[in-house]
């Protein structure tokens, strides 16, 4: 060990000493600014790898005999190694000589050429040797930059704050005895070989009693005359707890009209009434998940949902972390990533799959009809109808269910029942049964694994045996099971499905198999599917099966590049082909053709044509589809041997504007939805209220927390449609879109409730913003001097929100302006303030800017400071 000590001694002393050594400027703009210490030989500037690496939070560590470095990146696996010692360097796992004139052992560093830099980390160093200022570019973010932007990230997560309901509630309900709403119009006009038939649809929808209204008009004009009826006639009062769906009340809505029956399977239509306790906006979450685990210490480890990051954390000194994740209704893919302090990335995936069958622990849900059937049949002596059903979330793992049917339509006994379980195994595995006596008993169940590997399965026994002329035809069981493999085929996802279904029958049995696989080569997508049946007749030892050869089909999609090199009318085309081939023949049977191109913007070409080989005809389409502003026009022309068929249609629909009782045309249906009429405006004698006469500021400046239809209207109001009727919506107002900078809300950001079938007007007072100055003065015994430099902290009154950091002048005056209507606070930064060694009576200054039409303006705010006695 002495010789090998006194060997390096000796080499060292023998390394070649730098030329020079200099203090470089290093800027980045995830690192930050720093001087680095370079040795020169000659123009080269040798670096200090290990301080380069800690700045970059590039993992690494000693070598055994701790003069040399070593790790792995870009990733783990991807091994580096510098041994200055025994003159070795190990890039990628593959060794090399160390010339001992391409690095420096200094005493506090290692010192490399910058050549290796970029062949190990892939960074190259630019130096500037008159203003010695060193820069860096890289092939790869590095990890400190990919640290930086998950703190923004993780930033403007806490930035957000809470929940919606926090969002303070500006406009809620606001019932109307008559509210005037909207109109859906389509009109058909079909021509064929048989004649010419013109149909239409009316479907109006208002407020009436403060419930909403609608119903439709159907039509047919032919040479007999006209035909008409109504349909989906009803009123509905909504009750205030139909707009909480995180509670449990007794009531929600009180439906009069034609109305269907909640029924599991015997659903049918009345004209009665319906109460049900069940929210009118669907419930979003049904549990909290925990979400826990193991990992190195002080690793950061983040939660994602659908892709979205919710939450993080850093793992504790043992390395556990923990989160409740809120599990909502649909498909839920949950991700864990865990960042190392060794640079590794570990990734973990959850997926489950919440039905909207299941209800939270301890919520009762119910479901009341009656009424008289719309279409009863002549041999029943009463067309009364009613209908119950409830459901019980025992756990919000398990929920069961129970309805009835009362009336002479359900038979001899007048009764019809039902009953089912839903449960949730392990979070992720699914079970149903669903049991109606005399009827049937049914099981399925279900999993979808953090792979995307889906399977599915089904059994039905039925409790009635089918009628002679039905044994053929009607199963006595059945049950199909389905799997779906994903995979990746040449870097591309793909996948692969297997399915089969059986019919048990009093005389045989009946199935079928299919399987589909889809695969992609750049643009160019592929989906095959085989479908083939199975027959079987007879019982017992005299059961004969058979399998009939079934049909292949193959499916291709593609669509053209928007390249400059492609004629205009071909750019960004969709083609797809189909072609089926009948195993049992050897034959193709049908091929079919598609082509679809976008035409002026908003309208749609679409060209067909289908060949039946088998029986030697074909058919020819073509189709074009346009939105204009106001109304959506629909052609169509079929041709076949023999005959043709050609449709015009027209539809959109017609709003009444709250504000100039004017009709809002649009091209999409707006019944059962709502709209707004965003109205800004100076407020000029300050009552928060639009008065005749006063000016209104045309903006799209506002930004809704779903998704909404935009268009400012040439009289200043901004409108916004296809929103959901009695959602709760969160409006923020993007001051930095108004026309004029000095103008700004009292309130940036508030809730409203959509109103059912019309449009709200929601009047938004602008005001000029404020303007404050002062100064920071210092006691000193030759009189008062200001301080320049001073960072001031300007804050929300009671809260920590930083609204702007004001540097103070050189003569201690500062000033800032563009400040909202509202409390603030202001004070120095205390880390200045100490190294002052300073004190100042009025730490904090509290004002509050008004809400003035031609803004409000503070002066004086004035800081008086005084040296700390020694």
Request: aromatic fraction near 12%.
């Given at each position: 060990?002495l010789?090998f ?5 000796s080499?060292?002393r023998?390394?070649?000493?730098p030329?020079?050594?200099a203090l ?5 703009p ?5 001087y680095?210490n370079a040795a020169?030989?000659g ?7 290990g301080?380069f690496?800690s ?7 000693q070598t055994?005999?701790?003069l040399?470095?070593?790790g792995?990146y870009p990733?783990?696996k991807?091994?580096?190694?510098i041994d ?6 190990w ?5 090399e000589s ?5 690095f ?6 290692l010192f490399l050429?910058?050549?290796y830099?970029?062949?190990?980390f892939?960074?190259e160093?630019t ?6 200022s060193l820069?860096?570019k890289?092939e ?7 640290k ?5 990230l ?12 926090d ?7 606001d019932?109307?005895?008559l509210?005037l709403?909207m109109v ?5 006009l079909?021509?064929s070989?048989?004649g010419r038939v013109?149909s239409f649809?009316?479907?109006g929808?208002g407020?009436?009693l403060g419930?909403?209204i ?26 205030p707890?139909g707009l ?11 439906t009069?009209?034609?109305v269907?029956?909640?029924?599991t399977?015997n659903g ?5 009434f ?13 549990d909290v998940f ?5 990992t190195?210490?002080?690793?950061e480890?983040e939660l ?6 919710v939450?993080?954390?850093r793992a504790?000194e043992v ?6 994740a809120?599990v ?8 864990l ?6 640079g590794e990335v570990?990734v ?9 069958s299941f209800?939270?622990?301890g919520?009762?849900a119910?479901?009341?009809?009656g009424?008289?059937?719309?279409t009863?049949?002549?041999s029943i002596?009463?067309?009364l109808i009613g209908?119950a ?6 756990t919000?793992?398990m ?12 038979g ?21 049964i669903d ?7 049914r ?6 694994y953090?792979?995307n ?10 409790l009635s ?5 039905n044994?053929?035809s009607?199963?006595?069981?059945d049950?199909?099971l389905?799997v779906?493999?994903?995979f990746k085929?040449?870097?591309?996802f793909s996948?692969i499905r297997?399915?089969?279904e ?5 005389d045989?049995?009946?199935?079928n ?7 992609q080569?750049?643009k160019?997508?592929a ?6 049946q199975l ?7 005299n ?7 079934g049909i292949?089909t193959?499916a ?8 400059p ?13 189909q072609?089926?081939?009948?195993t049992?023949?050897s034959?193709?049977?049908?091929v ?6 976008t035409?002026f913007?908003?309208?749609r070409l679409?060209?067909?044509?289908d060949?039946d080989?088998?029986?030697g005809?074909?058919?020819f389409?073509i189709g074009f589809?346009?939105?204009?502003l106001f ?7 079929s041709?076949?041997?023999g ?5 015009q249609?027209?539809?959109g629909?017609i709003g009444i504007?709250p504000?100039a ?7 999409r249906?707006q019944?059962?939805r709502s709209?707004?009429?965003v109205?800004?405006?100076?407020d000029?004698n300050?009552n928060g209220k639009?008065d ?9 400046a ?6 909404g239809?935009?268009l400012l209207?040439s009289?200043g109001?901004?409108r916004i449609?296809?929103l ?6 969160a ?5 930095q879109?108004?026309?004029d900078?000095t103008?700004a ?13 019309r449009f709200?007007?929601i009047d938004?007072?602008?005001?000029r913003?404020?303007?404050i100055?002062g100064?920071v003065?210092?006691?000193l015994p030759a009189?008062e001097?200001g ?9 929300r009154?009671g809260t920590?929100e930083?609204v702007?950091t004001?540097?103070?002048f050189?003569?201690?005056?500062y000033y ?12 120095i930064d205390?880390?200045q303030l ?5 004190k100042?009576?009025?730490s ?7 809400a003035?039409?031609?803004?409000d303006?503070?002066d ?7 040296k700390?006695e020694d």
């Amino acid at each position: 060990m002495l010789v090998f000590c006194l060997g390096v001694a000796s080499e060292l002393r023998a390394q070649q000493e730098p030329d020079g050594e200099a203090l470089l400027t290093f800027s980045h703009p995830s690192i930050g600014q720093y001087y680095v210490n370079a040795a020169f030989f000659g123009d080269v500037g040798f670096l200090p790898l290990g301080e380069f690496l800690s700045l970059a939070e590039i993992p690494y560590e000693q070598t055994e005999n701790k003069l040399g470095l070593q790790g792995g990146y870009p990733s783990p696996k991807e091994i580096w190694k510098i041994d200055p010692v025994a003159g070795v360097i190990w890039i990628n796992g593959v060794s090399e000589s160390l010339p001992a004139d391409n690095f420096y052992l200094g005493e506090l560093d290692l010192f490399l050429h910058p050549d290796y830099f970029k062949r190990i980390f892939g960074i190259e160093f630019t130096v500037n040797l008159y203003a010695l200022s060193l820069s860096l570019k890289s092939e790869r973010p590095l990890p400190i930059e990919e640290k930086k932007k998950r703190e923004a990230l993780r930033s403007r997560l806490m930035a957000r704050g809470g929940p919606q309901e926090d969002v303070p509630m500006a406009l809620p309900r606001d019932r109307a005895i008559l509210g005037l709403g909207m109109v859906d119009y389509a009109l058909n006009l079909d021509q064929s070989e048989s004649g010419r038939v013109a149909s239409f649809q009316l479907r109006g929808g208002g407020e009436f009693l403060g419930g909403d209204i609608q119903g439709a008009y159907t039509g047919t004009a032919t040479k007999e005359g006209l035909e008409g009826q109504f349909s989906g006639l009803r009123w509905r009062y909504v009750l205030p707890g139909g707009l909480k769906p995180n509670k449990n009340v007794l009531l929600s809505s009180i439906t009069l009209g034609q109305v269907n029956t909640t029924s599991t399977t015997n659903g049918v239509s009345l004209t009665g009434f319906s109460l049900s306790n069940n929210p009118i906006i669907p419930r979003q979450e049904l549990d909290v998940f925990v979400v826990d685990g193991y990992t190195e210490r002080d690793s950061e480890v983040e939660l994602l949902i659908g892709g979205q990051l919710v939450d993080f954390m850093r793992a504790d000194e043992v390395g556990y972390y923990r989160f409740n994740a809120p599990v909502t209704y649909g498909t839920v893919r949950l991700t864990l990533r865990i960042y190392t302090p060794q640079g590794e990335v570990i990734v973990q995936d959850r997926q489950l799959q919440i039905p909207f069958s299941f209800l939270p622990k301890g919520f009762v849900a119910y479901n009341i009809q009656g009424g008289r059937l719309q279409t009863a049949p002549d041999s029943i002596a009463s067309d009364l109808i009613g209908h119950a059903d409830i459901a019980i979330g025992l756990t919000n793992a398990m929920t069961v269910r129970a309805g009835l049917n009362y009336g002479e339509y359900w038979g001899v006994s007048k009764r019809n029942t039902s009953f089912g379980l839903s449960t949730r195994i392990f979070q992720q595995y699914l079970f149903n049964i669903d049991y109606l006596p005399e009827q049937f008993y049914r099981a399925n169940a279900s999993v979808f694994y953090a792979n995307n590997i889906n399977i599915s399965s089904q059994f039905s026994e039925y409790l009635s045996l089918p009628t002679e002329e039905n044994a053929g035809s009607q199963p006595i069981r059945d049950a199909n099971l389905n799997v779906f493999i994903p995979f990746k085929l040449f870097g591309r996802f793909s996948g692969i499905r297997f399915g089969g279904e059986k019919q048990w029958l009093l005389d045989g049995y009946k199935g079928n198999i299919q399987s589909d696989f889809n695969v992609q080569f750049g643009k160019l997508a592929a989906r095959f599917n085989y479908r083939a049946q199975l027959l079987g007749e007879g019982n017992g030892e005299n059961l004969s099966s058979e399998f009939t050869p079934g049909i292949l089909t193959g499916a291709f999609t593609y669509s053209l590049p928007r390249s400059p090199s492609l004629p205009v009318f071909v750019k960004g085309m969709f083609i797809r082909s189909q072609v089926r081939y009948n195993t049992a023949s050897s034959q193709l049977t049908n091929v079919n053709l598609q082509l679809s191109q976008t035409l002026f913007k908003l309208g749609r070409l679409n060209v067909a044509y289908d060949r039946d080989l088998a029986n030697g005809s074909g058919q020819f389409q073509i189709g074009f589809l346009y939105d204009f502003l106001f109304f959506r026009s629909s052609s169509q022309f079929s041709a076949r041997k023999g005959g043709y068929s050609a449709r015009q249609s027209f539809s959109g629909s017609i709003g009444i504007d709250p504000i100039a009782g004017a009709l809002l045309p649009s091209n999409r249906d707006q019944v059962s939805r709502s709209g707004v009429s965003v109205r800004m405006f100076i407020d000029q004698n300050e009552n928060g209220k639009f008065d005749k006469g006063e000016e209104i500021v045309p903006a799209k400046a506002v930004r809704l927390d779903k998704s909404g239809n935009m268009l400012l209207g040439s009289d200043g109001v901004l409108r916004i449609t296809q929103l959901q009727s009695y959602w709760t919506y969160a409006l923020q107002i993007e001051s930095q879109a108004l026309p004029d900078p000095t103008l700004a809300p009292k309130e940036k950001k508030f809730g409203f409730v959509a109103e059912p079938n019309r449009f709200k007007i929601i009047d938004i007072p602008l005001y000029r913003t404020g303007i404050i100055e002062g100064n920071v003065l210092l006691n000193l015994p030759a009189g008062e001097q200001g301080v320049g430099g001073l960072r001031l902290l300007l804050k929300r009154k009671g809260t920590e929100e930083l609204v702007e950091t004001i540097r103070t002048f050189a003569d201690g005056s500062y000033y800032a302006f563009g400040l909202l209507p509202g409390g603030y606070q202001l004070e120095i930064d205390p880390k200045q303030l100490e190294f002052l060694n300073a004190k100042t009576e009025n730490s904090i200054l509290e004002f509050e800017i008004k809400a003035l039409v031609d803004g409000d303006y503070l002066d004086g705010l004035n800081f008086k400071l005084e040296k700390n006695e020694d």
